[in-house]
């Protein structure tokens, strides 16, 4: 027991001590943010935009910060294009507001072009308006859009698919790189005991299968930090989502079965520590275990892809299947779970399956680990793998 | 302190080609206080063995006995060992695995720590607290005795212990063994240095294709395999001597040769036959080396 706590403890160190680890604990956050921030970042805030407004318009009724609209009747389109400075554009309004030509001297930022895009559209909808007669309260309500709910009989909470697939999207891709980086880091790590030879030292003060273990539990304790990690990311993001938003996002992370997706995640980390730790014993160099390796990414990849594709079909039948084959199951499940398509029955038999898998991908693993571990010089084959395995 | 017995140990191993017997019967005594030399050309079994008795392989037939008792993992963690091709884990500090290893060992910590800091002074390691993967290979070995040494053990086995090591750091780590073996410590060393068994073993075991050869005390082999020869200077030139019949000779320079003199020839009327014809400057008897020894016995098999 000294043995096993002194392993576990080892391996938890390390991992928090290497900054690979805590890049993958805050690369997807990173991305995540990035991606919503860095195009706010980049844009330079544009200076006001001086808008002068030729044709039928009532544009230069329009007060706003960014940008002042100048009539002008008197001149000549191309005259003012002659004119034209930086931060100034021009306007050619057609007949009844119908279309509109801007041009300027060099291109609009994002901010400014969508503006000038609502600003229209507002001067087209108001100018319409008034020649039908309708007051402004009458327009506005004819504008608003009418509320629409979508509810599956049987289901006691309103479905929401489009924020389902992006919680599917971001769930999937986020237990993908989890089990991908547990499973790299166990790897590696069983490398470097067998590359540096420690593991014939280690071997003769602990079982195989008790260093294993250790290995696995430190392994699944992180993940589980990483989970916690994440959640407190994801909940303080949500403090930043506007309030229109936030209702209903957090109506539905409550509709969630959480606990259960936990379930699934942890028996498929450990599934997969245990698989990735067999395959680290069988070879002395990265290079020769890319194959092995790679064997193992293809479920995940499989079951990633088809979950990217099929997120918004969660009854799918193929969805049906690789949420219950247990090498899938650890991502797919979780995702049907989301989208609330599934009945006790088949979440206990997946996750029945997916633990019975474990635990014989655990004895396998553990039978491999003895076998290859203090095998040098070779590259196993399957066949040789095998007949290891049988002896 | 107990011996080590090895009883008709027996382990095959699967190779791409069928099956590969590593050891074969192998039966023999290890004695304590005693630095044991295990010999044998590459891939004869040495390594196979050590393996065996630190528990890190089972073997196939056989029992192996500290004393009267079969080995067991709580022996084991009294013995010291130190693998062939050895490493640490690079990117932690030679103290902290250290300290690591040696409670895996079954060291409390503060007995590894005292552990750690009295061998590091016998072997002048002030670099304990740098990562291995910045230590030279020579530093990275001294670890790796640390690691046998510490905690009192009551056998070392040691793999190929001076590969790669400077002369110095080697002269030192054998006069700590000398000294280990005398305080009573079981000492079974594989190497290939065979130049440096004489000096530094006291019993040697001979594995070739997985079958003992040879084992015994050192002096008692080397007047075994003496093949009567001597060596032999004196005033007058080798070549202008008349030999005793039987003899044979063998320059070594111009007044220098080895002799061998037929088994029944009695020494004192072959000196003084020589005698009559020139002076001796020296004469003593040639004893067989221990590479001698290895090369004879492997040749013949």
Redesign the interface.
């Known amino acids: 027991m000294?043995?096993f706590a002194?392993?576990y403890l080892?391996e938890i160190k390390?991992r928090l001590r290497d900054w690979r680890f805590w890049l993958g604990f805050l690369l997807l956050p990173l991305i995540g943010g990035l991606s919503l921030l860095l195009p706010r970042l980049l844009e330079r805030p544009p200076k006001p935009l001086q808008v002068y407004v030729i044709g039928d318009s009532n544009l230069a009724q329009i007060r706003v910060a960014e940008m002042a609209f100048v009539p002008v009747s008197a001149a000549s389109p191309d005259s003012l294009k002659e004119h034209l400075g930086p931060n100034q554009a021009l306007i050619v309004a057609g007949k009844a507001g119908k279309a509109f030509q801007i041009f300027s001297t060099e291109d609009l930022s994002l901010t400014q072009e969508e503006a000038l895009r609502r600003l229209l559209h507002q001067v087209k909808t108001l100018e319409k308006a008034r020649t039908l007669g309708l007051s402004t309260q009458a327009l506005a309500e004819l504008q608003e859009p009418p509320e629409v709910h979508f509810y599956v009989l049987g289901k006691s909470t309103e479905s929401r698919k489009g924020l389902v697939m992006l919680l599917s999207s971001l769930t999937s891709s986020l237990l993908y790189i989890l089990i991908m980086m547990t499973g790299y880091s166990i790897l590696l790590s069983t490398l470097?005991e067998k590359?540096?030879?420690?593991v014939?030292?280690?071997?003769?003060?602990?079982k195989p299968g008790q260093l294993l273990t250790a290995k696995v539990l430190a392994m699944l304790s992180l993940t589980m930090l990483q989970l916690a990690g994440w959640a407190g990311m994801g909940l303080l993001a949500l403090t930043q989502v506007p309030e229109s938003l936030l209702s209903t996002l957090t109506g539905m992370l409550r509709g969630v079965p959480w606990l259960e997706i936990g379930f699934f995640v942890l028996a498929g980390v450990v599934l997969y520590t245990f698989l990735y730790a067999a395959a680290g014993a069988t070879s002395e160099s990265v290079t020769e275990l890319s194959g092995l390796a790679q064997a193992l990414q293809w479920p995940l990849l499989l079951g990633f892809f088809a979950l990217l594709t099929l997120s918004s079909d969660p009854a799918h039948p193929l969805l049906r299947f690789l949420s219950h084959f247990p090498l899938t199951a650890p991502l797919a499940m979780p995702i049907r779970l989301i989208a609330g398509s599934v009945s006790l029955v088949e979440e206990s038999l997946s996750l029945l399956l997916l633990l019975l898998t474990a635990a014989g991908g655990g004895y396998f693993a553990a039978r491999v680990y003895r076998a290859a571990l203090?095998l040098?010089g070779?590259k196993l084959s399957w066949k040789?793998l095998w007949?290891?395995l049988q002896? | 302190m107990r011996s080590l017995v090895i009883a008709g140990v027996s382990k095959a191993f699967?190779g791409?080609q069928g099956p590969v017997q590593a050891l074969s019967a192998l039966s023999t005594t290890i004695p304590p206080g005693k630095v044991v030399g295990l010999l044998g050309p590459n891939g004869s079994g040495k390594t196979t063995l050590l393996?065996l008795i630190?528990?890190?392989?089972l073997p196939d037939a056989g029992e192996i006995r500290y004393g009267d008792e079969p080995m067991h993992?709580a022996i084991?963690?009294h013995?010291g060992?130190m693998?062939?091709?050895?490493?640490?884990?690079?990117?932690?500090t030679a103290r902290s695995q250290l300290l690591?290893?040696l409670?895996?060992?079954?060291l409390s910590r503060p007995e590894a720590e005292a552990e750690i800091q009295r061998w590091a002074k016998r072997l002048d390691t002030p670099w304990l607290d740098r990562q291995a993967r910045t230590l030279s290979k020579g530093m990275q070995q001294k670890v790796q005795l640390i690691?046998a040494l510490a905690g009192q053990p009551w056998a070392l086995l040691l793999d190929e212990p001076f590969s790669g090591l400077d002369p110095l750091v080697a002269a030192d780590i054998e006069a700590l063994l000398q000294e280990e073996a005398q305080k009573g410590l079981l000492i079974l060393l594989s190497t290939h240095r065979l130049e440096q068994v004489d000096l530094l073993c006291q019993h040697v075991l001979l594995i070739h294709k997985g079958v003992l050869r040879l084992a015994g005390d050192v002096p008692t082999l080397r007047r075994t395999y003496w093949d009567h020869t001597y060596e032999i200077e004196t005033t007058l030139p080798i070549a202008e001597i008349t030999w005793p019949e039987g003899t044979t000779w063998q320059a070594l320079g111009s007044h220098r040769a080895l002799l061998r003199i037929p088994p029944d020839q009695p020494i004192r009327p072959f000196l003084e036959a020589v005698l009559r014809q020139t002076d001796i400057r020296f004469f003593t008897e040639k004893l067989p080396t221990i590479k001698d020894i290895f090369l004879k016995v492997t040749e013949t098999v």
């Open positions: 000294r043995s002194l392993i080892r390390v470097e590359t540096n030879r420690l014939e030292y280690l071997l003769i003060y602990v203090l040098y070779q040789a007949q290891l002896a | 699967r791409p393996r630190m528990g890190l392989a993992a084991r963690q013995f060992y693998p062939e091709e050895r490493g640490l884990y690079p990117r932690m690591y290893l409670q895996l060992k079954g690691l």
